[in-house]
């Protein structure tokens, strides 16, 4: 399984209903579960995101999927990065010519 970070924002419409961030939060991981993907980390943040959460996905289509998914709610936008552990950067550098 992939390591994905992402990064979120709620939107006017998610800050107006902030008290129910933690409803969508259980039914976020519902739907992530559901396309095979686990929230590992969720952590609410201080500065220009107010939402990191570090994910384990199959595969890019099944990561890009469910974050459609979430953003379509209108609540929150999402920038998602594939993240490599040290073990995974340590072969990639292994494997340069």
Known sequence: MATYISLIQYTQQGLAAVKESPKRLDAARKTFEQAGVKIKEFYLVMGEYDIVIVAEAPNDE??????????????????????????????LIDSLP
């Open 62 to 91: 099944a990561i890009t999927k469910t974050s459609l998914m979430l953003g379509s709610k209108g609540n929150v936008r999402t920038r998602t990065s594939r993240a490599f552990t040290e073990a995974e950067f340590r072969k």
